[in-house]
């Protein structure tokens, strides 16, 4: 007889105790395949919330913008950047960024003002449609401006409202102009709702005395092509003159809570993997113990301590992944019902992370890696759990594992 | 021999078997319960120094500030908010501060801020930001009269400013008209976070009222500092009652600091299902080792019933010892939970090394405490060991029902 038929026929002896080996294995895995699912999809969430709500997936500056943010630090390769992205299937957005006081009335506030293209903006990210009163700028400049959702409240601003707009223009001198709000942003992020003024970027112009020139573009394929890839696209224009980033350089905070995120679940997945484990370890121990009898007759009868050994792996071989199968299977279902469904997480009230809002759905991510990790890792525990009481049973001396009662 | 006895000594019998089972499930206890106190000790050490830095755990404020904040909506009284705190034993320290909105500029050019007035003398002693001045020093009473500010490091290199520099805060007073005021840098911060690192202004309270135009009785918020965070709840029934009658409203930190509120809503449930996930794998061992057992010692119970033990007796036995099981394993998983817990609350993990760049993760604008000490309650340890008895409890229903399930003559036939 085969050996692999051997070991399932010894598998069947017991039924009993097969069936809930194969039982805490299948629901371990499919516990963590959903636990996979999840993490993964949290990580979307974030992701996706960083480069939607504004960053795109890549940046480009000036190298000078850096942490000055200077407005003297213009980007002089960005139409072209845009052009070539544009000729790619990347959609690119020309911003120009300065600082200014927005007041109206008594209330007053700092601002960051992004001159933008509206229809670039619209093309590119989440930003304009995610608003709560109002309309993101039309496509024809008249001083209008979007207000962060905080911004607005702190200025106690609503749409329609005229706002005055004081800022230092290129040559220094201080230029003001009355702005009326068109639109007031959802909340997107502390990055966003507490402190950007968002306005036509032609508009812009008049003010800051800028004519044309923008310190920032960004760029994104909507998830279809890699970063790295948007990356070299932009480099090949941009040259070395300019800093290219990815939003994970751009809001490194972000990218670390999508880090801490992967490693704590690694961490949670071996306590998985452990529990799991041990559980097994016990089942496949009492199988050893009970049938030293047996095993002993096996060697008296000539069978090698290797021969031992890999029978009881092979039992184990076969358990873990008829079990981890079953298990994945039933995981994976989980994960396409989370994904289509997702769990809402708006009775938490507003959540964002390092500044970075998200969506307040949070729904799974199925990925062959969310799959098979789990499923893999399930069946390497198994046979590593059955490793100890295969090397018991082969070092068996015949005569006295007969004689065990 | 009473039936606990027994179960005992029936576990013993297979002194492996049941050591494993133990290992399991302790160690899935001591790590849920541990997780929880880390992550109830990231959460608490956030906001406590949030409410610290900021308006404290309690804030009062002009009622109509919260919706459209403006230096004309100020608490009108802060010596009336300063007795009230002085007849309530659990206020630690009281903050008057004035918060506003402005913009700074200096030769390289100009930012939007926020500018927070601060008492000096208080702020020294509880403020986090005090601690975390990188050059110069933190504010002092003198400063008052030097017009002395501490800003972050974003902020000063965005500006080209360094300590001794100058720059100019232009804000809307109390009767909306622009003023201007010049301020000298004293100290550079740097909390961790993009938001406060690069747009905060921290001032002497004095030269804020003046810029804005309050008097010495008025700031735009009080903030109640308690020594025991959990006493809010009461204390901020307390501070209701006192100041009813009053121009003002009072607020706990949540409403202030909703970011913050929210993030340990979501993290505090998220964590109990994680924490409860391991437990749950753990306490399935025991389904598995005590099934097993009823399987094996079929022959036992047979001849146990033919002996005229009675059905009840035998389940009730099983079900006691997997509750044993779970019981033992529990309170050596609690105990080695909390004494890990309990160790690294003292020693403190220090993960600001482990973090690219060193930037923490912020919740709003706050950056999250990266030096990790668990705070262990006791509604920890009830959560995690309630679950592990419920159960374990509802595991061994089927293994208690199973035993009993043997035809015995058949089986004393057998073999």
Redesign the interface.
Known sequence: MSPWRLAWRNLQRNRGRTGISVLALAVSTTLLVVFHGMVYGLDDLVSRGAVNLGVGEVEVHAKAYGLDQSIYATLPTADAIVERARSRGIDAARRALGGGLLSSGEKSSGVRIWGVDPAAERALGKLPSHLKAGSYLPDTNGNRVVLGSELARILGAKVGDRLALIVQAMDASTSTEMMTVDGVLESAGEQIDGTVAIIDRRDFDALFGTDGKVHEVALSSHFQLPEEQVVAVAKSVAGDAADVQTWRAVLPAVANVVDITRSSAGLFSFVFFAAAGLGLLNTMLMAATERIREYGILKALGATPWRILTDVAREAFLLGSLSACAGGAVGLAAVFALESHGIDLSKFGKLSLSGVGFESVWRAHASADGVLVPVLGMLLVTVAASLYPALKAARLEPVKAIAHV | MNLVKLAWRNLLRNK??TA??L??IA??CA?ALFVIALMDGIHKKTIEDAARMLAGQITVEHPAYR??????LFVPSVGAMQAVASKIPEIESVKPLVAG?????SA???????FLGVDPAIEGDVSPLARHMVRGRFLVPADADARGVVVGT?LA??M?VDLGNKVVL?????????VEELLRIVGIFSLGS??LDG?LVEMPLAVSRRVIGLTDDEATQVGFLLGDPDSEEQVIAQVRAMVAGQPVTVYSWATLL??L???E??GT?GHHV?CG??I???S??I???I??SV??RKREFAMLLALGTSPARLRAQVFIESVLLGVAGCAAGLALGAAGALAAARHGIDLRDS???G???????LAVSLQLRPILTLGDVVFVGSLVLILTMVIAIYPTLRSTRIHVANTLRAN
């Open positions: 492996r078997r494993i089972t290992v399991s160690s899935g790590f919706d459209a904040p403006g230096p004309a909105q402005g913009m700074v500029a390289a050019g100009s930012v939007g801020v926020a974003k290199a965005r080209h232009t804000t809307t007073d109390v009767h909306g008209e622009v993009d938001a747009g909703p970011a509120a929210s993030w809503a979501s449930r994680i996930v391991v749950f794998l753990a399935f061992t389904l598995n080792t099934l097993m399987l094996e973090v690219k760049d930037a923490a993760p912020t919740v709003g604008n």
